[in-house]
């Protein structure tokens, strides 16, 4: 694993919560992109070389809508940037992590994504992005 890709926090209101992170970063968000396969409408901030992904549910069954019900708005989950995917899912299973997807899926920000259950990373939601290139 090459660094952290972005880390993915859970909101309730996407428009809301760009204005706070503006304030925060003192810079505002530099793309929205909705992911309609995960159900969410993503913001992306830029923090020097780090990432920052807010993620509001789009409908009910969304994994952010499920989250929040639980545990409320918060830190959901940490992403890796990875250069081989499919390598890294073969080398995580010989491991026993459990792999959500065995077919990297198409995320946000232009990535190949694959998800690490919680149960088996000490509670943390890890997600693995390969960048799509042309
Ligand atoms: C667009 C994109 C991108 O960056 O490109 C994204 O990030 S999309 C980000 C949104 N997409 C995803 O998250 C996809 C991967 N996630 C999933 O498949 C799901 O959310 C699971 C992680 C499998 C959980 O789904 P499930 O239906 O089992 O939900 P559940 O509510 O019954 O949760 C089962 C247990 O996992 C815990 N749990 C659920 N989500 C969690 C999270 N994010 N971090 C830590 N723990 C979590 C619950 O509290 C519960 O624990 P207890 O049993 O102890 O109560
Ligand atoms: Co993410």
Request: charged share 35%; with cysteine; glycine share 6%.
């Amino acid at each position: 694993m090459n660094k952290i890709e972005h880390i993915g926090i859970a909101v309730k209101n996407l428009k809301d919560s760009n204005e706070l992170f503006s304030k925060l970063f003192g810079e505002p968000h530099y793309k929205v992109e909705e992911v309609k396969s995960e159900g969410v409408k993503t913001s992306f901030f830029k923090v020097g070389n780090n990432k920052i992904e807010l993620l509001e549910a789009t409908k009910k069954s969304s994994p952010i809508a499920k989250f929040i019900d639980k545990k409320g708005e918060g830190i959901h989950h940490i992403a890796f940037d990875v250069d081989d995917i499919k390598a890294e899912i073969k080398r995580l299973k010989k491991e026993g992590f459990k792999v959500l997807n065995d077919t990297p899926k198409k995320g946000a920000d232009n990535k190949l994504v694959v998800f690490l259950h919680p149960k088996s990373t000490n509670g943390v939601l890890i997600e693995l992005c390969q960048e799509i290139k042309e």
